[in-house]
């Protein structure tokens, strides 16, 4: 029977697993920069060399999908603990979000050589705002529950 508890434990290794797969990414990500070069069209305002650019960019937004994935597991790890409605986890959101609109900068920055990344930088611009939507329900949530705590 498939329980909360089992789903939490998806969840927590699931997010190692990916974590995983961005180390390992960037470890060969100048190559993946290289095959990307020569196989696409240099559709973009910035026309030229894009080795440079790429990883610069693609480090940068690995460094925010693991700095995103380490509070996301530290805030399965408080739900793993029954710690909820704590600030820590209002925190959490709060990273996580700022991972998000920062990594959607990074890619419409790489749209510059390639327009293609329009895409990620929608797709984490709008998850980094739907978390900043969960931090403040969040948020009021810690402090409705704070209020309670002082009630008799």
Not at 12 to 22: E, N
Not at 72 to 79: E, P, R, S, T
Not at 106 to 121: E, G, K, N, V
């Amino acid at each position: 029977m498939w329980t909360k508890t089992k789903s939490l434990l998806l969840s927590r290794i699931l997010t190692v697993v990916v974590a995983a797969v961005f180390v390992m990414v960037a470890c060969v990500l100048p190559l993946i920069v290289e095959f990307y070069d020569h196989i696409s069209e240099p559709l973009g305002l910035i026309k030229g060399d894009i080795f440079i650019p790429f990883c610069t960019g693609l480090y940068a937004a690995v460094a925010l999908a693991l700095s995103a994935l380490f509070f996301l597991h530290k805030l399965l790890d408080n739900i793993n603990k029954e710690i909820v409605f704590d600030s820590s986890n209002t925190k959490c959101l709060r990273v996580i979000s700022w991972c998000c609109i920062l990594a959607a900068v990074d890619f419409f920055i790489l749209c510059l050589w390639r327009y293609i990344f329009a895409m990620p930088a929608v797709m984490a611009l709008m998850l980094g705002l739907i978390m900043r939507v969960l931090k403040n329900v969040f948020e009021k949530a810690v402090e409705i529950k704070s209020e309670n705590d002082f009630t008799i």
